[in-house]
C-alpha cells in the first residue's frame, strides 16, 4: 500500500532530526518527499553506519532522523501512477504542508535508503552497476525494488527481473560453466554477496518470476559449505541448502549405477590397460566430495576433452569418447535439471 497522500496528517516536529540527500535535493525541484531514516553512504549500505561526512550514526539517532529529498514531479510521474495520484491530490486542495516553498510529502513507511536508491535508478542511468557480473547490483537493488512494488514502477520491476535471468542462466549447464567460470575467476563472491542476491529475490518479491535462477542461487551458495560456517544464514536458507544438497547427490549415485563395462583396450599411451570398469567407484566419491558437483563433472569433460584421466582412471581412446559423451549428456544435463528442481526456494 502506498503511504496515504494527504500531506497534513503527519508532521515533522522538533523531534525529528532532518538531513538532505546529498544528491537528491535539486533546488529546481517542485516536491518534497521525506523517508524515514538516514541515507549512510550515498548509493552504497554499509554495515559501519557511516553517515556521508563520517561521522557515525547510533540506532537512537538513526530512528529519529528523515531525509527529504526535493525531485521532479513530471519525472516521478512519467515512471508511476501511484506517484502521479499522489502528486494530483496533494496539488488539488489547499492547507497541505510544504517545505522550502513546495508541497511536502511524508512517506515515513519508506527507508530512506531504499527511497534514496530508488530515486538514483530513476535520476542517474550509470548508478547501476553496468557488469552483468557485478553482485553489488544486488545489494543496491534490494530498496528500489521494494519500491517499484509499492509505487508499481513496472518498467523497474522488470529491468531487474530481466537482469538477474541473465545473470544467473538457467536453460543450459553450458552457459551455467561459462558463466561458474567467468564469476570464479573475476569476481570471486563472498557468502554474503550470495546471500545478497537471495535476498534481492525472496525480499523483493521476485521469487515467482525468477525460480530457476533462485534455486541456482542456493545451489551456488551451497558450493561454500566446506569453507564457511554459515553463519549469517538463517535456518530456512540452511534447510535449503542442506536438503538440496542430500537430494542431488541421492539422484546422482542412482544415476552413476549404470554400469561401465570392462575394456580390454590399452590407454592412449599404450602403457596401461583402460581402467574403465574401476571408473564407476571413482566417479561416486568424486562426485560425493565435491563442494561443486556440477563444476566437478564440467572439469572431467574438460580433462575428458584432453584425452587426460578422468576421476583418476586411465582410458582407451574410445573409453574416453564415450564416457565425454555420458558426462556431455547424461551427468551434467541431469544435474543441472536436478540442482533447479532439488533448491527451489519452498
Ligand atoms: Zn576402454
Redesign the pocket.
Same mark, same amino acid.
Given at each position: 500500500m502506498p503511504p496515504s497522500p494527504e500531506p497534513s496528517n503527519v508532521a515533522l516536529d522538533i523531534t525529528h532530526i532532518i538531513k538532505y540527500d546529498p544528491f537528491l535535493y535539486f533546488p529546481d525541484g517542485n516536491i518534497v518527499l521525506a523517508a524515514a531514516g538516514p541515507v549512510q553512504n550515498p548509493g552504497r549500505y554499509d554495515s559501519d553506519s557511516e553517515s556521508e561526512d563520517g561521522s557515525s550514526i547510533d540506532s537512537e539517532e538513526a530512528r529519529k532522523t528523515v531525509t527529504l529529498f526535493r525531485i521532479h514531479r513530471s519525472l516521478l510521474s512519467m515512471h508511476s501512477r501511484v506517484f502521479r495520484d499522489m502528486f494530483a491530490l496533494c496539488s488539488e486542495g489547499s492547507g497541505g504542508q510544504t517545505w522550502d516553498g513546495v508541497p511536502f510529502i511524508p512517506m515515513f513507511d519508506d527507508d530512506a535508503q531504499d527511497a534514496s536508491n530508488f530515486l538514483r535508478v530513476i535520476y542517474d542511468p550509470h548508478f547501476v552497476p553496468a557488469d552483468l557480473y557485478d553482485f553489488e547490483y544486488h545489494r543496491i537493488m534490494l530498496g528500489p525494488l521494494k519500491l517499484a512494488d509499492e509505487y508499481e514502477v513496472e518498467g523497474m520491476k522488470n529491468q531487474v527481473i530481466s537482469r538477474v535471468k541473465s545473470a544467473w542462466p538457467s536453460r543450459s549447464h553450458r552457459e551455467w560453466d561459462d558463466r561458474d567460470y567467468m564469476v570464479a575467476e573475476h569476481y570471486n563472491p563472498s557468502v554474503a554477496d550470495i546471500e545478497d542476491a537471495i535476498s534481492l529475490v525472496v525480499e523483493g518479491g521476485i521469487q515467482d518470476d525468477v525460480p530457476e535462477q533462485l534455486a541456482l542461487m542456493y545451489y551456488h551458495l551451497s558450493t561454500y559449505s566446506e569453507r564457511n560456517d554459515f553463519e549469517n544464514i538463517n535456518s530456512e536458507h540452511f534447510r535449503v541448502l542442506f536438503r538440496g544438497r542430500q537430494n542431488l547427490n541421492r539422484d546422482m549415485l542412482e544415476w552413476t549405477k549404470v554400469r561401465f563395462s570392462d &575394456? !580390454?583396450?590399452f590407454?592412449s599411451d599404450g602403457s596401461e590397460k &583402460?581402467?574403465?570398469a574401476s571408473l564407476h567407484m571413482k566417479f561416486v566419491a568424486a562426485f560425493v566430495s565435491a563442494d561443486d558437483p556440477l563444476a566437478c563433472l564440467c572439469e572431467a569433460a574438460w580433462r575428458c576433452e584432453d584425452g587426460d584421466e578422468v576421476f583418476g582412471a586411465k582410458? &582407451? !581412446?574410445? &573409453? !574416453?569418447a564415450?564416457v565425454l559423451w555420458h558426462l556431455n549428456h547424461t551427468y551434467r544435463y541431469s544435474c543441472f535439471k536436478a540442482i533447479k528442481k532439488h533448491f527451489a526456494h519452498p
Open positions: &575394456c !580390454l583396450g590407454t &583402460c581402467a574403465r582410458l &582407451c !581412446l574410445d &573409453c !574416453l564415450s
